[in-house]
């Protein structure tokens, strides 16, 4: 697998260069946002880790410009007085965030986990390829997403997100569920995370995000597919 780490400080690139070589993966090395697109360009990547500030280009604005062509999982690395920007990440397509200083074998866990759901998206058991509720079909097939007969594109976690709650139409899935079965992880605070690609999901998907034709908040419970 071929990881690709953007941060300026190339103290932390090395540092978390030595992990991911150490559990086999081939990394390659960005110090700006510039850099990381033209490496994406002319390689095959598997999986970014990208912080945020950043000169020339930060991870924002790369992040932006990597989600108009493709869905590599994307891990984004934030300081602690960087929330505001953390959460636009999601916004934008990360699909994952860890806040500086890190443990490393933190961040490793996380790249496992993201390079297993990109990997193994059809991994839920399910009897049926394709799950329906209404006009939105999901053919887990192809991993693709219609409404109403136009194809929508989803990030990879988003794309398992509302695979589970289509599969289980009508039921409702707390936050804890929803990431516990997403993340494959234990949750711990997993609110926010969750509740923003919740909102990006029904950006995509929502004729009206506001008022919600198939994914709808219970509140004080969590979230359902409605079964149509």
């Keep these: 697998m071929n990881i690709l780490v953007c941060d300026d400080d190339k103290e932390i690139v090395d540092a978390i260069g ?3 070589e150490n559990e086999g993966y081939k990394m390659f090395k960005a110090f700006n946002g510039i850099e990381a697109i033209e490496i994406i360009e002319q390689n095959e990547i598997h999986l970014i880790i990208m912080d945020i500030m950043m000169p020339k280009m930060d991870g924002i604005q790369a992040t932006m410009k990597i989600r108009e062509q493709n869905n590599i999982p994307l891990i984004m690395l934030s300081a602690k007085s960087e929330d505001t920007d953390k ?4 916004n934008l397509g990360a699909d994952d965030y860890i806040t500086k200083p890190f443990n490393p074998l933190e961040l490793i866990a996380r790249v496992k986990a993201n390079l297993r759901r990109y990997t193994k998206l059809g991994s839920l058991e399910t009897k049926n390829n394709v799950y329906q509720s ?3 079909v999901i053919d887990d097939e192809t991993k693709t997403i219609t409404v109403d007969g136009e194809e929508v594109h989803l990030t990879p ?7 589970l709650l ?3 139409a009508g039921r409702v899935f707390s936050i804890e569920d929803i990431y516990e079965k997403v993340w494959n992880e234990p949750a711990f605070n997993p609110e ?3 509740a923003v690609h919740i909102r990006k ?3 995509k ?3 009206n995000p506001r008022e919600p034709k198939y994914l709808k908040v219970v509140w004080g419970v969590g979230y359902k597919v409605e079964k149509i």
């Design 18 to 20: 030595i992990y991911l």
């Design 87 to 90: 959460i636009l990440g999601l």
């Design 134 to 136: 209404g006009g939105l």
């Design 157 to 163: 976690v988003q794309y398992k997100i509302l695979k």
């Design 166 to 168: 289509t599969a289980n």
């Design 192 to 194: 926010n995370t969750v």
């Design 201 to 203: 999901i029904r950006e």
């Design 205 to 207: 998907i929502e004729i």
